[in-house]
């Protein structure tokens, strides 16, 4: 059975050291971290890019990737370990290594000539290329791309020109080869670089894909160029509005020839091209911080079909014909960007595909960490923010329900090694540092507000904030100190060490006790109450240095020690001695963290890549956890969300797990109402060697306390407050809510947080009514600008103002169609007929949606084509949008115009039945697209909101989130029964083993007429004859039950099983 669980990942960002570290290919895009490389691909049903893998093979930092022109499932990436990998994507795995690159490569392409062949370069070359497949493999140098008198920054193939390709250099020129032609080595450079020493390195390097000669080359200071590499000349030197802009980044368009986008290298000003004139066509401000690559995607999104076409053009056209309107046109443009999207990485990590056609963002990953991730801490009050420490210098806050970063620290401190939180809601972190000492930062403020500078320029390695006396904060540095110090810097005691001190942590149940752990193997035990600058213990054992320690927060005196020698070790201060030494681990352990509800469980973090979970009453390692793809460095939990686990990594992620299945029987207990006494006890019990587990910390305490002062509803909260302990973020405090709305429940006890979820369609309207007038009051600007207003054709412009003082408003109309002056023709159109008002703003709607346009919403909202609407939405996936569209529409807020004063009850009626029905739809589309994305807990959500219990039960049943399903099907009552039946008798199913066995046959018995799932269960049991006979007494299995004919029996369990 499954033990730990995950549940949830954090993705790095892009790292923005090397140049190569985006590609493209059909509806795929990758982007490389430090040390993994993320495989994006496009949900054809959904049309959204998902991310669907991570490639984590290589030890150092990954230098360059390439996609195989030839096939989309192969691509190519080098490493600064000399280590070259050919990867095939759909399957996941690498399918060839060369192991000594013979330098660390700067750049990779695949080779014109060959489909297994993989060419890269480093440094001042040469060229070499590899064949991996094939009657000849290996590795051959080309034979005139050496002996460069530059560095290489890039290289690029011709794609049509066979063997032709060029080489941009640190020194700013370049070096072009082709077959049969003599090689030009480090020609056109700038011009204003000529006849000098300076440097200016070529940061974008492309080829025209409509010519054999040209192509666009870039320099970080001296701009973009195109030039000929033929006649070795500049054809076209391209100028920006400002000389402080320098461009990164640069790529063509496919969709539109002649055209190419480039991206600022100090802010995020994604500017567009053409190479028919030398200034920018406009330009786009996508984020503050600089762009570091660019690629577009050959194929732009598809779009689903939409219900209605645009009107095809008239072959002759009179006074009452329809127009053929020109293609809409953004405002003050004279031109319509091409439908490309761009895959977007910007120097801070981010990550996102951009619509240039739409001006929008389709994808967006913003603000990920670049590099290793030395720590991470949820916030004391609040188990939805957990702060990450990382290498590359920030400290980032994520919020766990989305899973996206919402602050970030204002960064340049070297390596963040280190954060501890203020306690309660400060609102503040301290942060250690690898050279600009400790720091705390007031998260609401924005701004570092304090820092301590004693360890001089020494690393410090941790800092650990008291959380039972916040005035007092420690650090650990390479020094040798442990300083305890007050908030304001004042110095309380310098705990001296013979050498560098790597981790601390204050006692949980002692305020003036602290342990440290360091580099000379041992464990030191302080009492600050005391002025003796020596430790009251010192437990020696470890073989290697010591790392991290950490108390144990439900066992006086008991603390843990991770070591470079591999192993564990578990101390008891009263005893001074060690009770346990946990082996398993074949590399440094890092990461620590007791469980703060079941006090035997441990789990450690480290450089061998896994995760391990411990019974540290006898030793025994209960799970292993391989995901991460590189040394695991820091493990977290939030006292109230104690089985919800973070862990950080040098592969730049944040991943999140359950614990619970760890502590099924816990779960089964609660479920089956047992007595408290198998559900919390005290520590001393719950040590038991092979005892099950029992909650022992403050969050069971506090709720049986809340569940003793009741005296109604006590199972429906009991179910609730310990389904929301043991389940992750994602969701269930958003389905409990919804649980209790259908029960019944008040509306002004629902949570603040209740409005950012799904909610319940009642509510949904006045939930977005009530934003939307907060946001009448913030005044808001775009960024945006143009080349001028479309020109007027004054022959049509004369032509329909005779028609309209003829009184031919419908002829006018129509012209003024055709001029694209839509405005004008529909505030006269009324003046014809309101079947034709309508008519013509349906075809607007219609023209605006082909063009996937949002200006289409507010003519279909005025028609009252719902429909068309809510299809609209579904087609680009914007699934939240049509709900709200289509029960708007429910409660009589959207309606067609009418053209007299008639009673439409009748009409109303059949509408508001249409509605219904779309509604339950697009909830059903929402939910399917939640349970695709792994989110079953979601789906349910949205059923929850249209009152469909049997479908939620489904969605959770379907996702296995079997106990929560039992959980709220129970509370549910009488309109879940069926579906809550079905689930116990799956949960039974589940844990139909040895040690649950009696927990089994408890969910069976919360079934009506449940005489025959007994009989089924019992006949399975693995005891004796003596045994069976006792259960059978115990779940008073009636004797002629018990011997049912061969053929009955055998049918009956093939059902149980299959």
Known sequence: MAKVKQVGLLAAGCQPWNKDVCAASGDRFAYCATLAIYIYQLDQQYNEFKLRSIMSEHKKTITAIS?????????????????????????????????????????????????????????????????????DPGVTVHKEAHSFLSDICLFRWHPTKKGKLVFGHTDGSLSIFQPGCKSQKHVLRPESLEGTDEEDPVSALEWDLLSTDYLLVSNLHNGIRLVDSEALVCITSFCFPSAAASVQCLAWVPSAPGMFITGDSQVGVLRIWNVSRSTPLDSFKL????????????????????????PSKSQHT?????????????QNRSFSLPPGHAVCCFMDGGVGLYDMGAKKWDFLRDLGHVETIFDCKFKPDDPNLLATASFDGTIKIWDTNTLTAVYTSPGNEGVVYSLSWAPGDLNCIAGATSRNGAFIWDVRKGKIITRFNEHGKNGIFCISWSHKDSKRIATCSGDGFCIIRTIDGKILHKYKHPAAVFGCDWSQNNKDMIATGCEDKNVRVYYLATSSDQPLKVFTGHLAKVFHVRWSPLREGILCSGSDDGTVRIWDYTQDACINVLSGHTAPVRGLMWNTEVPYLLISGSWDYTIRVWDTRDGTCLDTVYDHGADVYGLTCHQSRPFTMASCSRDSTVRLWSLTPLISPLLLNILTNQPWEKIIGNTDTAMVPGSPPL??????????????KLSLDIRAKKLRWFSECFSPPGGSSNLWDLVSVINGQDDSLLPGSYSKGVMHMKHLLKFKTSEAQELTIVKMSKFGGGIGAPSKEERLKEAADIHLRLGQIQRYCELMVELGQWEKALSVAPGVSMKYWKKLMQRRADQLMAEDNDDAIPYCIATGDIKKLVTFFTGRGQLLEALLIAQGACEGNIRAPQSSPVNHTTNDVDNRQQYQSLLHKVCRELAEWYFQDGCAVLAACCHLAVDNIKLAMCSLIRGNELELAACVGIVLGEAANQSTAYCLELLARKYMITPTWELSADLLQMIPEN??????????????????????????????????????????LLNFIF
């Not at 600064?80 to 690159?101: F, G, H, M, P, S």
């Not at 762009?291 to 645009?310: E, G, I, M, R, Y």
């Open 287 to 310: 984020k503050k911080t600089g762009f570091h690559a660019l690629h577009v995607l050959n194929s732009p999104l598809a779009k689903k079909a939409q219900s209605s076409c645009c």
């Open 318 to 330: 009179s006074s009452t014909s329809e127009a053929v309107p020109p293609p809409t046109l953004s």
């Open 1011 to 1052: 005489d025959i799932l007994l009989a089924k269960l019992c006949a399975f049991y693995p005891g004796s004859t003596d045994d069976i006979n006792q259960l059978h007494e115990r779940r008073s299995v009636r004797p002629w039950q018990r011997k049912p004919c061969v053929k009955e029996i055998c049918s009956q």
């Open 67 to 135: 996609w195989c022109p030839d096939n989309p499932d192969l691509f190519a990436s080098a490493s600064a370990d000399n280590l070259l990998i050919v990867w095939n994507v759909a399957e996941q795995k690498a399918v060839a290594r060369l192991d000594n690159t013979k330098g660390v490569p700067a750049s990779v392409s695949w080779c014109w000539n060959s489909a297994d062949g993989v060419a890269f370069v480093s440094q001042r070359g040469p060229l070499y290329i590899w064949v991996y497949g094939g009657p």
């Open 695 to 708: 909650l022992c910390g403050k969050v069971s305490r506090d709720i049986k306390q809340d569940l003793d």
